[in-house]
């Protein structure tokens, strides 16, 4: 993987991410306009043309890297996020999910274009790190999935509160959010776990190799994430502690979401060897 | 188009007593179109039958003739279609004729648009009269009695209302109580078959609420009540079961829809008590409809996670704000309905002039060509080029000399309702021959069929 060369994401790359970025928005924007064959056309058009970005950059490397740099993870992630929601409005429809969930994968490729980086990471070569990769990223995006589900239920509650049945746009029901946050976060918080630890693991031997004296435990990130892990737990007890069923774990799940883009922001300023 | 007529009465103009006299069922409508085609073989009918309205969009045998009489004049055709429906529906003629309203054209084109809009209807926005326009066009595919004028107008009239419900909110929201409640038991639950409704007390109120909840296939009904028999009266209508009031905390543990409407004078159902209940329901969210007079539920109840308390004020403040927002669509509905109209009625005259047109082109580029030839004739030694140019000039000569009056008869929308009038002038100035005889068969029943995508 070390000797692989390395290429930097070309202007044409770039800006067919962003098109495909702004496909997505345009996808939103026509389903809030009640246009849905012109919704799922225009989706469908943004991951075409996020998959012939992401073929055209691994033929010209000469190899697929799904997870192992920023580039490829954030937008194949980004797409397969995309491509997740257009299947559940095809199959069966969940309204509003689209405003609430593309924008996600549309913020995914928007930093992929901005910060994506095609050198694999140096520690790519372990079992241990392909597992906090892929544990991480998969996780995270479950998460994610979770918290836009869980401003979904909070923007419906307020509906509900308000006696407004008159709202250009059904949410769908409280329950059936309730159940698909539920399903994201049983996945996305043990996968998340494992790339937690894994992380740390990796961390902790990294800083005893290069001999750096500054503690792996409280650096931005793996804060960030520890406080992703903490509110996504809370969320997720529910089933045990039912006093926290509904609003207050819709609220925690949002508050994760909004710390997993702080985490996946700052991870891109943070020097490679912090990884 | 001057052909097309409608005749017909709906509940501004007939009383019920009249209407259910003229209603046609599935059946009853087939024959009646079946006994037109007889009577009429070159006229066209769809006849739309709905509870209330009933109204014939007819194009008027243009020979003059059909089986039973004369039909000479737009005039006569309303007076022969009433004794028809009238020998139809064995009813007197007297009973409705009074009651009827009659347009044609391009009145009874907007007047078909307004009906599938739903712009006509008694529940403004109402959706089922869409399906019954299109019910009413299918049943006069099957039976042939829909032609070349027909086919377009109903595929247009479905496609209109199409448009009004996908692009504008005139359909949305419900505009009954009980309806209301159920949308919202809808924004709150996904599936009811593992839900329990709770029914407290027996009266004509929550007997109608719980009908509508019973349609959603709840798991268990609960019917509760001071009078244990009133409650099992009611419950069998809905395959539910019966309980005592006294058994109320309990009750309300296991309920998810709770429907409320004692004549209490005090409320029945309090914080204090409900909060034990959600504990013991592992506060599961549960939905209470307060619909009586006194209230049965404190408001406080409302403020608790996972308590959605509705009474009868919310709900009735839903269904005006349907109301007026429905009202509000009128607008923007009525803009769809008129450019559709203006749409169907150039494509309608199109259709209309379209062969008199190219009639007329060909009729004068022939005779141009015959005194070309007499010309040409008397040059010797003309060369290719020289008589390419002066057949050239004679073909845009006829070209500008017909454009100006083909440019009125396409373009003039002053002319909706006279292309008949001047369809006979072209012929009569033009000495044109068997303008505009196209054939019913000739057209395709599906000629506009793209018009139900969207």
Avoid at chain 2, 387 to 398: D, G, M, S, T
Wanted: aromatic share 8%; glycine share 8%; net charge neutral.
């Amino acid at each position: 993987m070390a000797n692989l060369p390395e290429i930097v994401p070309n202007s044409l790359e770039i800006t067919g991410l962003l098109c495909s970025a702004g496909l997505l928005a345009a996808s939103v924007a026509a389903s809030a306009t009640k246009r849905r064959s012109a919704s799922f056309a225009l989706g469908s058009a943004a991951i075409a043309l996020g998959v012939a970005v992401l073929i055209g950059h691994s033929m010209a490397r000469g190899d697929w890297l799904p997870l192992d740099d920023n580039f490829d993870a954030l937008g194949f992630l980004g797409i397969l996020l995309a491509a997740a929601v257009l299947y559940i409005q095809f199959a069966r429809p969940v309204g509003g999910l689209d405003w609430f969930v593309l924008p996600i994968s549309a913020f995914m490729l928007i930093e992929a274009a901005i910060f994506g980086r095609t050198v694999p990471h140096q520690y790519a070569e372990t079992a241990w790190s392909w597992t906090h990769r892929l544990t991480a990223y998969t996780g995270a995006l479950a998460l994610a999935v979770a918290g836009a589900v869980g401003a979904m239920y909070l923007v419906a509650l307020r509906r509900l509160r308000s006696k407004n049945l008159n709202a250009s746009t059904s949410l769908g029901s409280l329950e059936r959010l309730e159940s698909i946050a539920q399903y994201s976060l049983a996945i996305g918080w043990p996968l998340f776990t494992v790339g937690l630890i894994t992380g740390l693991l990796w961390g902790i031997h990294r800083q005893a190799i290069l001999g750096n004296s500054q503690p792996v435990f409280f650096a931005p990130k793996i804060l960030l994430a520890v406080g992703v892990w903490i509110a996504f737990a809370l969320a997720l007890h529910t089933p045990i502690n039912p006093s926290f069923r509904g609003r207050k774990a819709a609220a925690l799940s949002l508050v994760g979401l909004l710390l997993v883009a702080a985490t996946l922001i700052v991870v891109q300023f943070m020097p490679e060897a912090s990884h | 188009m001057e052909h097309l007529s409608l005749l017909g009465l709906n509940h501004t103009t007939a009383p019920l007593e009249v209407r259910e006299q003229l209603v046609f069922d599935s059946a009853q409508m087939h024959d009646a179109l079946a006994r037109f085609h007889a009577d009429f073989p070159d006229g066209e009918l769809v006849l739309l039958s709905t509870c209330n309205r009933l109204e014939l969009y007819s194009v008027r045998p243009g020979n003059g003739g059909g089986k039973t009489g004369e039909i000479s004049s737009l005039e006569a055709w309303p007076a022969r279609l009433t004794h028809w429906l009238a020998g139809v529906r064995s009813v007197p003629p007297a009973l409705f004729a009074q009651r009827l309203y009659h347009k044609t054209s391009a009145q009874a084109v907007e007047h078909l648009f307004n009906v599938a809009a739903s712009l006509d209807s008694m529940v403004l926005g109402e959706a089922q009269i869409l399906g019954q326009v299109r019910a009413a066009y299918d049943a006069s595919r099957e039976v042939k009695s829909a032609g070349r004028l027909l086919h377009p107008l109903f595929q247009r009239a479905v496609a209109v209302g199409k448009d009004v419900q996908t692009r504008t909110s005139l359909g949305d929201g419900r505009l009954s109580v009980a309806s209301v409640a159920v949308d919202f038991a809808r924004r709150i639950f996904d599936h009811f078959a593992d839900k329990t409704v709770l029914c407290i007390g027996a009266g004509k109120m929550s007997s109608l609420v719980l009908r509508h909840f019973a349609n959603l296939g709840p798991g268990k009904l609960i019917v509760c009540n001071r009078d244990l028999a009133k409650a099992e009266n009611l419950s069998r209508q809905f395959n539910g079961s019966a309980a005592d009031l006294q058994n109320l905390p309990e009750l309300l543990a296991s309920a998810d829809i709770v429907v409320s409407g004692t004549g209490s004078a005090r409320p029945i159902i309090t914080r204090t008590m409900f909060d034990a209940v959600m504990k013991k329901r592992r506060y599961r969210p549960v939905f209470v409809i307060d619909i009586a007079l006194p209230r049965d539920v404190e408001a406080s109840v409302g403020e608790a996670d996972n308590v959605y308390l509705y009474n009868l004020d919310d709900l009735q403040e839903t269904v005006a704000k349907t109301l007026s927002q429905r009202k509000q669509a009128v607008d923007s509905a009525g803009k769809i309905v008129n450019e559709h109209l203006r749409q169907f009625l150039l494509a309608a005259r199109a259709r209309e002039i379209g062969p008199a047109i190219d009639q007329l082109y060909k009729r004068y580029h022939a005779v141009g060509q015959e005194e070309l030839a007499r010309t040409l004739s008397k040059f010797n030694g003309i060369t290719a080029e020289q008589k390419a140019e002066v057949e050239e000039l004679v073909r845009r000569l006829v070209n500008k000399i017909l454009h100006d009056p083909v440019r009125t008869l396409r373009q003039n929308e002053a002319l909706h309702g006279l292309t008949g009038q001047y369809l006979h002038a072209m012929e009569m100035l033009f000495n044109l021959e068997g303008v505009g005889e196209e054939k019913a068969e000739d057209v395709p029943p599906e000629a506009d069929q793209s018009k139900f995508s969207g």
